[in-house]
């Protein structure tokens, strides 16, 4: 039973007897007289759910009521009414009150009313318990409102027929561990799960990887493939930075998007897959479209649900989780002891902009658990960048985004100058070296103006 109740009544003597009663049941209770002294009282000790009088002096009940499912939207509220106010009651209840009770009522029936409230309330604890489980087990780690608010539209979308959904962010955030989740919290959890960067392939062979080829349709076609589109019928498939999409293939994809049907590479027929499809990615689409990179078409079947990944700069008090997460993750994967994050060196992550968001984090905390196991990390243990003068705040945001986007730059504009001069500037090796596609490498040097 709920421990705490509190009761909210003009009629003192009503109060008192009913206050000794519940304490003879073994609920403790505290009384208001008036509805501000009912909102004070919640504000001061909430309780656990509230015995609210329809008929109050000054303030009314309703309003009571309406300020109280403002301020304590999952405080249980039960309205007491008189025999008149029945139909009163009954918009209460509508308004946001649990359930109401008309006087004279007796003790057995408040008793019972109480019971069932308590029973429903632990069954609502526990089912976000395990949804909070469900979102750590999904590599969503975090209490902060931020990733609060992510969880919950995960569900909503998740829940929802909606089959064509875009994930926004920086690189590193977590755009593949969202998609994951979005999969698994839906009803196609108990089918496939496909994923494909756009960028890791050469642009020859993503229309094969996705939808598929005959024998014999390109060189080094041997035997029938099935694409990916295939694999994930039924399921799930997550296209992450699908801005490298090259354009010729954008059209085929888009009339997959609008129909549901496609024809393999080298193929004399259609094919029929059912998928949900979560495209990725960490640039401005808007922007690929306005410089002719992108179809608007595709773009606008995209951005039918479109759900932004908060950097990890803007989920401070996430950190502390992640931390923990990845440290005792790492240490199992090495077989060592877990290493410990002291206060000072904490208070140097906290104030780190982390430009490299979550994956940033785990990689750190991999090097730090290979160097130096078991051991305390101590200020020096970080890189240099922890240590450089914390970024302006507040009114400096935007400077600060635009230092970091030059910063971000100038690194990929150093990888990108090194790999071309490591194979004598052979553009296929350079784009090997990094992972990258022709067409995604020739992009890149477009746009940080290398010839």
């Known amino acids: 039973m709920r421990s705490q109740i509190l009761i909210v009544d003009d009629e003192k003597r009503f109060v008192r007897s009913l206050t000794f009663a519940l304490n003879q049941a073994g609920i403790q209770s505290q009384c208001a007289y008036t509805g501000e002294a009912g909102l004070a009282a919640l504000e001061e000790n909430p309780p656990d759910l509230m015995l609210l009088d329809l008929r109050l002096p000054e303030m009314s009940g309703m309003d009571v009521l309406y300020e109280a499912v403002r301020l304590y939207p999952e405080l249980p509220v039960v309205m007491i009414s008189a025999h008149g106010d029945t139909r009163a009651a009954v918009q209460a209840v509508k308004a946001g009150a649990t359930d109401y ?46 990733m609060t ?68 349709a390109y060189t080094g076609a041997h035997q029938k493939r099935s694409g990916l589109v295939a694999m994930a019928h039924r399921g799930t498939l997550f296209l992450d930075e699908i801005g490298e999409l090259p354009l010729p ?48 078409d595709l773009y606008f079947r995209l951005n039918v649900i479109a759900m932004t990944i908060p950097p990890l700069r803007e989920r401070g008090e996430d950190l502390r989780e992640l931390l923990d997460a990845f440290i005792d993750s790492q240490a199992r994967e090495e077989s060592c002891r877990p290493i410990k994050i002291p206060l000072e060196a904490l208070n140097l992550m906290l104030a ?29 243990h970080l890189p240099a960048e922890f240590h450089a003068a914390s970024a302006p705040k507040g009114d400096n945001k935007q400077l600060r985004e635009s230092s970091l986007d030059q910063h971000l730059q100038r690194a990929e504009r150093q990888l990108v100058l090194e790999a071309l001069e490591k194979t004598d500037g052979h553009k296929g090796k350079a784009a090997e070296q990094l992972g990258l596609s022709r067409h995604a490498f020739k992009r890149r040097l477009q746009r940080l103006g290398i010839t």
């Open 101 to 146: 009770l008309t006087k004279p009522f007796a003790l057995d029936e408040l008793l019972h009313l109480i019971q069932n409230i308590t029973e429903r309330t632990r069954m609502q604890e526990e089912l976000t318990y395990h949804r909070t489980r469900g979102a750590s087990s999904s590599g969503l780690v975090g209490s902060s409102e931020a």
């Open 149 to 216: 608010h992510l969880w919950q539209t995960i569900q909503r979308v998740a829940g929802s027929s909606a089959g064509r959904i875009l994930l926004l962010g920086e690189s590193g955030t977590g755009k593949a561990v969202v998609a994951r989740a979005i999969h698994e919290q839906s009803t196609r959890s108990s089918e496939a799960f496909v994923e494909i960067n756009c960028a890791a392939l050469p642009e020859q062979l993503i229309e094969a990887e996705l939808f598929g080829a005959e024998k014999g």
């Open 249 to 296: 293939l954008q059209a085929k994809f888009l009339h997959f998007l609008e129909n549901g049907d496609y024809r393999p590479v080298g193929g004399g027929s259609n094919h029929i897959a059912d998928v949900r499809v979560i495209a990725a990615t960490n640039r401005s689409l808007e922007d690929e479209v306005r410089q002719g990179h992108f179809r608007e």
């Open 352 to 380: 780190y902009s982390w430009p490299g968001n979550v994956r940033e984090l785990r990689n750190l905390v991999e090097r730090l658990t290979i160097l130096y196991p078991g051991q305390l990390i101590r200020p020096q």
